[in-house]
């Protein structure tokens, strides 16, 4: 412990001296802890008149009949106009890339009065390389 010391070489303990002293009514814990208990009883006692608020009104909601509106009665499956979105993408792409492919691959008339036909691709990349590409006038092919 500290020592006071005094003029004459006594020593003094701090214990001993009546000018030292500590607050006794600084904090009152029994109002603090009274306090919080009382808040924590609000708190839950909120909590639980909410919880009953949002029951009733889901049970009214879910009694409640939505009303019918004259023009959406009437209105049926209406398809929206054009265009759509697509329902499956996977199955348009592949229908796509087949008729592509059918197209590339077969023989067909592109214009009937005019007299051009269409060929296979690989056809026509055959006869290109027998005929070769068409040059301008004036240019020499290699």
Do not use: C
């Not at 006594?10 to 001296?17: G, I, K, L, V, Y």
């Not at 004259?70 to 499956?88: F, K, S």
């Not at 690989?122 to 390389?129: C, E, G, H, W």
């Amino acid at each position: 412990m500290a020592e006071l010391h005094v003029p004459g070489g006594a020593t003094h303990d701090e214990s001993d001296n009546p000018l030292v002293q500590h607050e006794e009514s600084d904090v009152n814990i029994r109002a603090i802890l009274g306090f919080g208990g009382i808040l924590i009883v609000v708190a839950i006692v909120i909590h639980v008149a909410v919880w009953m608020l949002f029951g009733f009104f889901e049970s009214r909601e879910a009694r409640r009949v939505a009303p019918q509106y004259p023009l959406a009665a009437g209105g049926g499956a209406r398809v929206p106009p054009e265009p759509r979105l697509q329902t499956n993408p996977r199955e348009d792409l592949r229908d796509l890339r087949a008729n592509e492919d059918a197209i590339l691959s077969g023989y067909g008339w592109v214009d009937r009065s005019a007299g051009i036909v269409r060929i296979p691709i690989d056809d026509a990349m055959k006869l290109t390389v027998q005929r070769g590409l068409p040059v301008r006038e004036g240019q020499k092919s290699r």
